[in-house]
T-cell receptor, first 113, second 113 residues
Framework: SQTIHQWPATLVQPVGSPLSLECTVE??????LYWYRQAAGRGLQLLFY??????ISSEVPQNLSASRPQDRQFILSSKKLLLSDSGFYLC????????????FGPGTRLTVL | AQKVTQAQTEISVVEKEDVTLDCVYE???????LFWYKQPPSGELVFLIR??????QNEISGRYSWNFQKSTSSFNFTITASQVVDSAVYFC??????????FGAGTRLFVKA
């Protein structure tokens, strides 16, 4: 069966510090991968998606970046965090050739102080 | 432009009551897909249903049922005989065939014992 992992679960970072959130998927090959951000009381905002290794598409211009160094690994990064980067970050995957249902990780709650 | 509106921010019911969560969508595409997801307090979104635009049949799965009406651009979700475990945030979502799924703002459901 497929499993998706995210870490860390929670993170408190000062403004201006770097960020690295990691997501890995098990039990499937060549998935589409996604990073979403959920602000408090809001819906999900798509940040990045990837259809393959090294292929990243950005939906929202901001100080975040994403990378996919391996087929089932997706990393969200920032060189300098802003207060507005606080939120709940969710990684998700679906099967290539969709659109089908997406499978979500447990999320990372990021607080920037 | 695509849009998903969940007008109900919060709903509170007593256990065993029926409850309907509303979802209205906007798109000019003739082919599209609608989804419902559940986000329990743990934070991980769980897929509930997918419906494509060519299938207007209503669906029932246990205590859950969905009413898809293209004439009113609505895809409403009803929980029959609600239970405390149904307490969660529910998201309606729309995809028109690409990689971007548009999520509504969500409806928070409280089911009191």
């Amino acid at each position: 069966s497929q499993t998706i992992h995210q870490w860390p679960a929670t993170l408190v970072q000062p403004v201006g510090s770097p960020l690295s959130l990691e997501c890995t998927v098990e039990g499937t090959s060549n998935p589409n991968l996604y990073w979403y951000r959920q602000a408090a009381g809001r819906g999900l905002q798509l940040l990045f998606y990837s259809v393959g290794i090294g292929q990243i598409s950005s939906e929202v211009p901001q100080n975040l970046s994403a990378s996919r160094p391996q087929d089932r690994q997706f990393i969200l990064s920032s060189k300098k965090l802003l207060l507005s980067d606080s939120g709940f970050y969710l990684c998700a995957w679906d099967i290539a050739g969709g659109p089908g249902e997406q499978f979500f990780g447990p999320g990372t709650r990021l607080t920037v102080l | 432009a695509q849009k998903v509106t969940q007008a109900q921010t919060e709903i509170s019911v007593v256990e065993k009551e029926d409850v309907t969560l509303d979802c209205v969508y906007e798109t000019r595409d003739t082919t599209y897909y609608l989804f419902w997801y559940k986000q329990p307090p743990s934070g991980e979104l769980v897929f509930l249903i997918r419906r494509n635009s060519f299938d207007e049949q209503n669906e029932i799965s246990g205590r859950y049922s969905w009413n898809f009406q293209k004439s009113t651009s609505s895809f409403n979700f009803t929980i029959t005989a609600s239970q405390v475990v149904d307490s969660a945030v529910y998201f309606c979502a729309l995809n028109t065939g690409g990689f971007k799924t548009i999520f509504g703002a969500g409806t928070r459901l409280f089911v009191k014992a």
